[in-house]
């Protein structure tokens, strides 16, 4: 299935990725003293709309930094590096790890993880085709190289507020900020994990 569409088209959709905007981020220490209060502000490169296009109005929408695939997922799970789509949608536990790593394992857990079925895996987080966009970087480990990479992750802990003139409902993107465009199938992807995410039961049992 393709991952983008091609060419995409003018409007901002849900999963589209745009460039030209900054990233805020509020730290608060002290919940009583409205002195000890950090703002510090960013400019990644590329951003994900994280906003049904319906719901984008009133000159706002969300946002999601568009980062490096964290090291942790390529180091523990090796066999994710030449098929990284696999964590977006529900597959089988066993299939992220090499036959040496699950052979290395105590027989109850090979038992275990032969026994699971398809489940999402990394469940904050929705990684990005390379699109000719996105610079290349390394994965090392004990400074070797393990992978090179052109993909891109969502974050959904990461998602943020942006308030814009330049953004209207079923208005055209200002030029230059959309550069690419999710195919209807992996906005699904897209929609279907970030609403498993928000809408998952903790381990209590309780939303």
């Known amino acids: 299935?393709?991952?983008?569409?091609?060419?995409?088209?003018?409007?901002?959709?849900?999963g589209d990725v745009v460039t030209g905007f900054q990233h805020p981020t509020v730290r608060i220490d002290t919940l009583d003293s409205a002195v000890?209060?950090?703002?510090?502000?960013?400019?990644?490169?590329?951003?994900?709309?994280?906003?049904?296009?319906?719901?984008?109005?009133?000159?706002s929408f969300s946002l999601a930094p568009l980062i490096q695939v964290r090291d942790a997922i390529l180091l523990k799970h090796p066999r994710l590096h030449s098929n990284l789509a696999l964590i977006n949608v529900p597959f089988l536990p066993r299939d992220g790890f090499t036959d040496e790593q699950i052979e290395k394992m105590e027989p109850a857990k090979?038992?275990?993880?032969?026994?699971?079925?398809?489940?999402y895996i990394y469940l904050d987080c929705?990684?990005?085709?390379?699109?000719?966009?996105?610079?290349?970087?390394?994965?090392?480990?004990?400074?070797?190289?393990i992978a090179n990479l052109q993909h891109r992750m969502v974050d959904f802990k990461s998602i943020f507020r942006v308030e814009s003139a330049l953004i209207e409902r079923e208005q055209q993107a200002p030029t230059?900020?959309?550069?690419?465009?999710?195919?209807?199938?992996?906005?699904?992807?897209?929609r279907d994990k970030l609403t498993f995410y928000f809408g998952r039961n903790t381990d209590e049992g309780q939303g």
């Open 126 to 145: 929705f990684v990005y085709d390379p699109n000719g966009l996105f610079p290349a970087y390394e994965v090392k480990r004990n400074k070797q190289t």
């Open 36 to 59: 000890d209060l950090k703002i510090s502000v960013t400019r990644p490169q590329f951003f994900a709309v994280m906003t049904p296009c319906c719901d984008i109005e009133f000159n």
């Open 176 to 190: 230059g900020v959309k550069v690419s465009e999710l195919t209807v199938g992996t906005r699904s992807q897209l």
């Open 110 to 119: 090979q038992a275990e993880l032969r026994s699971q079925g398809p489940q």
């Open 1 to 14: 299935m393709p991952f983008y569409l091609d060419p995409p088209t003018k409007e901002l959709r849900f």
